[in-house]
């Protein structure tokens, strides 16, 4: 009896061992060897590796990005999304169609939507270059760096405001109507209503959102990112997790790619317990 | 403090659902009113009206002297105790309290004094830092209460907020708040559809059936007098009996089975007579026979339930005396309440 809840782990164990904790202790191993490009040998070089990644201009300017990126697309994604539910909200007919509607977008896949973003600020004839050339603003996709990061961060944007909607109204809709009628008597300004009743009672939603967006911004827009390149990453903006993939599989520097990815490990492990620690203290959950 | 005065209120829905009917009463000042029906009779609907919950589809709602139709709910100087407490669970017990005060300006220290004055009242001084999710529910009930009764308000507005309240609470709250109201002497409306509630807590009841006031009265005067048969039946525990009889020439009314009464002029034809539990009672030679076939104990008395004629009915009787089942012979204790059989309207 004593081996059976280990035996029913086991599958779910498998699945983790094989497709995360491998890989990952690959990537660790590896990130202290130098590879031969062609596969014929490796060289262990300590941390060396490493020290060039901290000594590259080049890494800094990538991780710098990285951060703004990720900044403004959770942020806008966030507050976008809020703003929308807290309008919808209101609307109480033909809410279901709106959410039907939106969730349609976040079925699309982020290549797909990359690609869309492609045709969207294409040189010759996309809607939204011909746009901005309206009020003189010359947009370059893939030449210009602001530019290609102006069009990352919307198509990333547009991608992930669906899905902070529905969580976001779902969460609305699950505060208790009479907590908002007693706050109805209580306070005449909706504003000042939102800021002290709604948004503290909506911060669970928002705290998991938090971190689903910074998640989604630093991994899951690789597909956005690499389409709007157009896998010619040259003078172009770029995230961490493109700069592994282009080091690694373009330019065949398994080693440095794999000590990219072990950093970008613990940033993320770093995040997670910080936001855990600092921000889901002040959070109720009723 | 302030009288309330509804004239001709009415809610439509959009839809076309006539919640309310054309309602007017007024409620003096200081007066404790409790509006009682079975759900759906538009009594909530009423209250969230009053409250500026709900939109007032026609007529005129004055508190004070204001006609406050379009005044918003947080400018009408009132408070609302809802049903499931509705406080804010990310706030402290007196931050709760505090924020309707906070929020018209009032300063720290004066919202600091305010509400320690309300926490002894309640006897709530000892949980004012604890967040509403760390209390029982008769607690969260007083902090209801509470927030209500810092604002100082002109109105209180009660919505049945005893109902998730287990029995032995509900008795004691029952008692705790009619007095608080006594003391600070504030007009409260209070909704309910417990009979018991309404009965004695009101000073006046108003009886709401399909979105029309039944009857306006002090229960006493709705217990003796209703005004209806609906009235009859939803007031009292257990109901009255309402019989089926008909009136001859003469101006006596003939139940089926054998019981003939006097009834007033101008009742012709088919009429109910109501008759309440305890105004019948055993005699050897009585007015009428019924047929028992259950007694229910209910300490204090016992009731009989039987049949005359094939119409059910039900009689109190105290414990001090022996019943059986089988045939029994009752008499009268008063004169029925007679209602037209087709309206239902007492005659």
């Known amino acids: 009896m004593k081996w059976l809840p280990i035996l029913l782990l086991l599958p779910q164990l498998l699945i983790i061992a094989i497709f995360f904790y491998w890989p990952a202790a690959h990537a660790v191993q590896s990130s202290f060897y130098l590879q031969d490009p062609f596969g014929f040998g490796s060289t262990f070089v300590g941390w060396e590796n490493y020290a060039d990644l901290f000594g590259s201009a080049e890494y800094r300017k990538v991780a710098w990005f990285t951060v703004i990126f990720t900044l403004l697309v959770t942020f806008l994604s966030l507050a976008i999304a809020l703003l929308l539910a807290v309008k919808a909200d209101n609307v109480l007919h033909g809410a279901k169609t709106y959410r039907t509607l939106l969730m349609w977008v976040y079925a699309v896949a982020p290549p797909v939507a990359g690609f869309i973003g492609l045709i969207m600020f294409d040189q010759t004839f996309g809607p939204l270059t011909r746009l901005f050339g309206q009020f003189g603003w010359d947009f370059v996709l893939g030449v210009n760096f602001n530019d290609t990061a102006f069009a990352m961060v919307l198509v990333s944007v547009w991608k992930q405001v669906p899905v902070n909607f529905i969580f976001f109204l779902s969460g609305l809709q699950s505060i208790p109507r009479s907590v908002r009628e007693a706050a109805l008597i209580d306070n005449r300004s909706g504003m000042s209503r939102f800021w002290d009743i709604t948004f503290p009672l909506l ?40 700069k592994v993939y282009v080091d690694g599989f373009r330019g065949n520097d398994l080693g440095g790619s794999s000590a990219q990815s072990v950093i970008l490990m613990v940033l993320v492990l770093a995040l997670t317990v910080f936001q855990f620690r600092l921000v889901e203290r002040r959070i109720h959950y009723t | 403090m302030a009288q309330v005065t509804l004239d001709s209120i009415r809610k439509v829905y959009p839809n076309g659902f006539e919640a309310v009917q054309p309602s007017s009463f007024d409620i003096p000042d200081g007066e404790f009113v409790v509006l009682v029906g079975p759900s759906g009779c538009g009594k909530s609907t009423l209250l969230r009206m009053i409250a500026g919950l709900e939109d007032i589809s026609e007529g005129a709602l004055s508190i004070g002297d204001r ?23 990310h706030m402290t017990v007196a931050k709760n309290m505090g924020y309707g005060l906070k929020n018209r300006g009032t300063s720290k220290v004066e919202i600091e004094r305010k509400v320690a004055e309300a926490a002894e009242m309640l006897d709530l001084t000892h949980l004012l830092d604890r967040r509403p999710s760390q209390l029982s529910g008769g607690q969260r009930q007083r902090v209801a209460m509470g927030r209500a009764i810092v604002r100082n308000p002109d109105l209180f507005l009660f919505d049945e907020p005893l109902s998730n309240l287990d029995a032995k609470l509900r008795n004691q709250m029952r008692i705790e708040i009619r007095a608080l109201q006594r003391r600070l002497g504030v007009t409260a409306i209070y909704v309910t559809h417990d009979q018991v509630e309404a009965m004695t807590m009101a000073d006046r009841i108003i009886v709401l059936n399909g979105g029309v006031i039944e009857q306006i009265g002090t229960p006493t005067e709705i217990y003796e007098n209703p005004a209806s048969t609906f009235v009859a039946g939803f007031m009292g525990a257990p ?27 101008g009742a012709t034809g088919d009429v109910l007579l109501g008759i309440r539990p305890e105004d019948l009672e055993l005699a050897d030679t009585g007015d009428l026979q019924i047929d028992v076939q259950i007694i229910e104990e209910l300490g204090a008395i016992r009731l009989m339930h039987g049949q005359i004629a094939g119409q059910e009915i039900s009689v109190a009787v105290p414990k001090d005396q022996p019943c059986s089942t089988g045939a029994v012979s009752l008499r009268l204790k008063t004169v029925p309440h007679v209602f037209d059989a087709a309206t239902g309207r007492r005659l």
Do not use: C, W
């Open chain 1, 203 to 242: 911060a669970p939603t928002g705290f998991f959102l938090l971190i689903t967006n910074i998640t989604y911004a630093l991994f899951d827009t690789f597909g956005v990112v690499d389409t709007l390149v157009k896998g010619e990453p040259g003078n172009n903006p770029m995230t961490l997790v493109y």
């Open chain 2, 239 to 265: 109901p009255m009996n309402l019989l089926k009889a008909s009136v001859d020439g003469a101006g006596r009314a003939h139940v089926e089975g054998g019981l003939a009464v006097e009834v007033p002029a």
């Open chain 2, 67 to 89: 006609v406050v139709n379009d005044v918003d709910p947080a400018d009408r100087n009132i408070a609302m105790v809802f049903q499931n407490y509705a406080l804010y669970p």
